[in-house]
């Protein structure tokens, strides 16, 4: 992975925010110049920058910019276009061309409050990288060209605070400092049952990735992957870290499983996807850690329900303050149903129930409730499901070095069901109710806002099904923060080991410093 920030000179009557891990903002002898600003240009100074450019720095004009600095001949000459007039602030629709490295893995569209700046097109020689619609006519938001040995880039967008838009910013930065986004990385999946389908036709959806190879022990499930992607297959894991087309692996086998194979293809210097649970202790967790730290590489975990739309909508109350201080939540899965009779209900294998949905939910919890755990008290039941090893019922109880609280159920013996969250602040609350349906794991929760005030039905956003991928995507080839880092999953992995504990000492409290 490159290392090698890139420096940023500001020329801003606002303020701009940058991500230090990947930029310096500096005073002078920058790799590229970021301008936002109302104010117009001096000769001088404009010359300077067109020299600059030429020579080979990056210039990159935000939101009024260029409009602002259009009576500079030298900034026409690097620009190769002026916008016209300025419309009204109003919602705009903005849509991305998703074929060009900038603008790949973005939002299909999104909406802005701004102002318009119109034009009849960009230069011949620009690449077009954000349009919008006005009266019926296509304007062009964003492009960039050469000049000179260097690149410019124009956004017409002043910023409104967007995933979106900091993505096209910052990548923009790093485009006119000399970076290019790598080709597309080979996968290899190490496991190609039915989540290895999943994985599989996630990765052939994001654009910055492509399957490269398929291993399981499986003969007919070899030659399902090869007819289902026409990709080479092993029978052999070390054949598939051996084949220098494949960049990154994911690690689909079972939980019991998951530390050999992640060392093994660290160690062959690919790049690696575990699935959850990332372990079944956090000192496997800490082994994995280390030796992709110790060669550079990536590792994050599948922890694929981060982008579940009732979760995001439940976060997101959470973290607006709205409800006041979150400090109590329960949370729920399950019904009465029988376990099934693969390795999932094998505790062996699966390292118990608390590491089948709790894997999920205590990461969520986790994200919700980022202070310190200090206790976890487990209790288990087994009572009627006598053909599986894994019991039929667990509770984990968490509290936090803030005195906050979080309660795990799962059970297969529940004839009723509880919400599938309950979550207090100091001023409301947030209810999930499950949905009415035989599965109802299967589908987003119902979320209601409960005030003093009255009662809210959230309206949830729609899924991201390609979330998970198209962030490492991001990650790989433009150094975007990961969602979900090892560290987070090893955490998540601490916690459901100590409530195992927990439930062999007949439910005792662990203290812990999590």
């Known amino acids: 992975m490159r290392a090698r920030r890139v420096s940023v000179q500001l020329v801003a009557d606002r303020r701009v925010a940058l991500d230090p891990r990947r930029f310096e ?102 690449s077009i990288l954000l349009r919008t619609s006005w009266r019926y006519t296509e304007q062009v938001v964003a492009y960039e060209r050469r000049f000179g040995e260097g690149r410019f880039v124009y956004i017409g967008l002043s910023g409104d605070g967007s995933q979106s838009f900091e993505k096209i910013l910052s990548r923009s930065l790093l485009f006119a400092g000399g970076w290019t986004a790598e080709g597309p990385t080979g996968v290899g999946l190490l496991g190609y049952g039915a989540i290895g389908r999943d994985h599989a036709a996630s990765i052939a959806a994001t654009a910055g990735l492509h399957l490269a190879g398929v291993c399981d022990l499986s003969a007919g499930r070899r030659e399902a992957a090869a007819r289902d992607w026409s990709v080479p297959t092993h029978a052999r894991a070390d054949e598939l870290f051996a084949d220098p087309s494949v960049g990154l692996v994911v690690v689909g086998t079972p939980p019991s499983a998951h530390t050999e194979p992640v060392l093994a293809a660290l160690e062959a210097g690919k790049n ?61 899965i399950g019904g009465y149903d029988h376990p099934c009779d693969l390795w999932h209900s094998h505790e062996p294998i699966s390292g118990g129930t608390i590491y089948d949905w709790g894997s999920h939910y205590f990461d969520w919890i986790l994200q919700l409730f980022p202070e310190t755990v200090r206790a976890v008290e487990a209790q288990a039941h087994k009572r009627v499901w006598h053909d599986v090893t894994n019991s039929d019922q667990v509770r984990v109880d968490l509290t936090f070095a803030n005195g906050a609280q979080a309660s795990f159920l799962q059970s297969d013996i529940a004839a009723a069901r509880k919400p599938k969250w309950y979550l207090l602040g100091t001023d409301g609350a947030v209810v999930g109710d499950w949905a009415e349906a035989p599965v109802p794991s299967d589908f987003p929760a119902r979320l209601r806002v409960v005030r003093r005030t009255g009662e809210e039905l959230l309206t949830l956003p729609p899924r991201d099904e390609n979330g998970f991928y198209r962030n490492l995507a991001d990650h790989l080839q433009w150094q975007e923060p990961l969602a979900v880092t090892a560290d987070e999953a090893r955490r998540t992995v601490a916690v459901m080991e100590a409530a195992t504990e927990s439930i062999a000492r007949g439910g005792a409290q662990i203290k812990v410093e999590i």
Do not use: N
């Open 25 to 126: 903002v500096v005073d002078r002898g920058p790799d590229v110049v970021l301008a936002a600003t109302g104010d117009a240009i001096g000769e001088g100074e404009a010359e300077g920058l067109r020299d600059f450019v030429r020579r080979g720095g990056g210039l990159v004009l935000v939101g009024g910019t260029l409009a602002a600095w259009a009576a500079s001949a030298p900034i026409r000459e690097v620009a190769g276009w002026m916008p016209g007039g300025r419309g009204p602030r109003t919602e705009l629709i903005v849509r991305p061309d998703g074929s060009h490295p900038l603008t790949q893995r973005l939002d299909l569209e999104w909406k802005v409050r701004d102002e318009l700046h119109l034009s009849e097109g960009p230069p011949a020689d620009a």
């Open 272 to 332: 690696v996807v575990c699935e959850k649970p990332f372990a079944l202790r956090a000192a496997e967790g800490d082994r994995m850690i280390d030796m992709a730290a110790s060669r550079r590489l990536v590792l994050t975990v599948f922890q694929s329900r981060r982008w579940d739309p009732d979760y995001i909508a439940m976060r997101d109350v959470a973290r607006s303050g709205s409800i006041g201080e979150p400090f109590y939540l329960e949370s729920f």
